[in-house]
């Protein structure tokens, strides 16, 4: 399975973007790059997916390098709600079951 | 529409006891996975299922039982606790490409 790195920390004041990073340099041409959060303790929370092309939904973008080796998430408007862990994930889907390898994620500190 | 349902929410156990997990989805998925977290790390996965009498082990299966006798439940047993099996322990469900929906959590504690 493709692993994924990020820094272990990022802090950005309110209302400032904030641009999380990760490297999957050994992605397949079939992986999707998902992203979650965990807030506090939470169960982890989806947040966008893509596969090669760049997404936005109403929480965040994502944008993905062409040879998608490297994705950002961004949080166009970040607010004290929005610090949390953030994972950067491949996906694998398939015939043996829905598998998600997470890492130790980037801890988002937003401040006021 | 409750999604993925997790009890306990807390337990304390002494270790040798055994006890099971809950875990129960409304949303008709197929594949369910329970995976554990212990402090500052990432969620390791412990075992999966692909459906209605489909199990299959994931990284860390080691102590830990599972069984799907029907769509919506998946629970998790362990046989004899272990103090190394004091974590929080999350469900997740999906179907298809869906992204996965997460549990809660259960947060078990092993004396």
């Known amino acids: 399975d493709a692993k994924t790195t990020q820094p272990p920390s990022m802090d950005c004041a309110e209302g400032r973007a904030a641009n999380l990073p990760c490297n999957h340099s050994?992605?397949?041409?079939?992986?999707?790059v998902y992203w979650y959060r965990q807030i506090h303790s939470q169960g982890p929370q989806y947040i966008i997916h893509?596969?090669?092309n760049n997404e936005t939904n109403e929480m965040a973008s994502l944008i993905i390098t062409e040879d998608r080796k490297s994705s950002t998430l961004i949080l166009p408007h970040a607010t004290l709600r929005d610090t949390a862990v953030y994972y950067c994930?491949?996906?694998?889907?398939?015939?043996?079951?829905?598998?998600?390898?997470f890492g130790t994620g980037t801890r988002l500190a937003v401040r006021p | 529409n409750a999604g993925v349902t997790q009890t306990p929410k807390f337990q304390v156990l002494k270790t040798g006891q055994s006890m099971t997990l809950q875990c129960a989805q409304d949303?008709?998925?197929?594949?369910m996975s329970w995976y554990r977290q212990d402090p500052g790390m990432g969620l390791r996965l412990i075992h999966y299922?692909?459906?209605?009498?489909?199990?299959d082990q994931g990284e860390v299966p080691n102590g830990y039982n599972v069984s799907r006798s029907t769509t919506e439940d998946f629970p998790l047993r362990l046989l004899s606790a272990a103090p190394s099996q004091t974590s929080v322990y999350f469900c997740?469900?999906?179907?298809?490409?869906?992204?996965?929906?997460f549990g809660d959590g259960t947060r078990l504690s092993i004396l």
């Open positions: 997740a469900s999906s179907d298809g490409d869906q992204p996965q929906h």
């Open positions: 050994t992605i397949s041409g079939n992986e999707y």
């Open positions: 893509g596969l090669k």
């Open positions: 994930i491949v996906r694998v889907l398939g015939s043996s079951g829905d598998k998600l390898t």
């Open positions: 949303m008709n998925h197929e594949y």
């Open positions: 299922s692909v459906g209605a009498g489909i199990t």
